[in-house]
T-cell receptor, first 114, second 113 residues
Framework: EADIYQTPRYLVIGTGKKITLECSQT?????MYWYQQDPGMELHLIHY???????EKGDLSSESTVSRIRTEHFPLTLESARPSHTSQYLC?????????????FGSGTQLSVL | EDQVTQSPEALRLQEGESSSLNCSYT??????LFWYRQDPGKGPEFLFT???AGEEKEKERLKATLTKKESFLHITAPKPEDSATYLC??????????????FGKGTKLSVKP
């Protein structure tokens, strides 16, 4: 069973607030990812990291930022939330094993911006 | 443009009624095709990885197959607990961001007792 945790599970906030979505994994995985998923739509990669002090933008443009100061922790921050940011955010991790790497996902954070 | 298309969007089966889910892909250089299961309110859970045409993988009532253009997830004698959304994803033969997974929209499977 994957040991990757996301908090909070649900978040309802007002426009303009700064928020941080937390993601932690205890598997010692180097690679970590943030995906955005809307109902009935594909998962879209918004950020990923190869390891400590590494952050990269994904395929989908996002106003969020990420940091990777510790291997196990990969938080996502929105400086000023807007209704267009309403979505489910999924964190994942994997070992750096080339094409055979498989992703382990957290349970997600459902964000609603009013 | 690299693309992953899953069909049908939704599938309703009676318990014990076998069927197949389809994942067709167009990518330049396939480095792996992945199947995940996603339950409501949860993140996707890994099921299978396939790497070359002709490859097959099995797990309980599920069997995944791969051709050069598509993959099938066969469900034999499904049970209500198999109800979930099944996601297909491919990894392209590129470096950097291009090497990350592209997901399809999924097939929502409902199995009635």
């Amino acid at each position: 069973e994957a040991d990757i945790y996301q908090t909070p599970r649900y978040l309802v906030i007002g426009t303009g607030k700064k928020i941080t979505l937390e993601c932690s994994q205890t598997m010692g995985h180097d690679k970590m990812y943030w995906y955005q998923q809307d109902p009935g739509m594909e998962l879209h990669l918004i950020h990923y990291s190869y390891g400590v002090n590494s952050t990269e933008k994904g395929d989908l443009s996002s106003e969020s930022t990420v940091s990777r100061i510790r291997t196990e922790h990969f938080p996502l921050t929105l400086e000023s939330a807007r209704p267009s940011h309403t979505s489910q955010y999924l964190c994942a991790s994997s070992e750096r094993a080339g094409s055979r790497e498989k992703l382990f996902f957290g349970s997600g954070t459902q964000l609603s911006v009013l | 443009e690299d693309q992953v298309t899953q069909s049908p969007e939704a599938l309703r089966l009676q318990e014990g009624e076998s069927s197949s889910l389809n994942c067709s892909y167009t990518v330049s250089g396939l480095r792996g095709l992945f199947w995940y299961r996603q339950d409501p309110g949860k993140g996707p859970e890994f099921l299978f990885t396939l790497y070359s045409a002709g490859e097959e993988k099995e797990k309980e009532r599920l069997k995944a197959t791969l051709t050069k253009k598509e993959s099938f997830l066969h469900i034999t004698a499904p049970k209500p607990e198999d109800s979930a959304t099944y996601l297909c994803a491919v990894r392209r033969n590129y470096g950097g961001s291009q090497g990350n997974l592209i997901f399809g929209k999924g097939t929502k499977l409902s199995v009635k007792p």
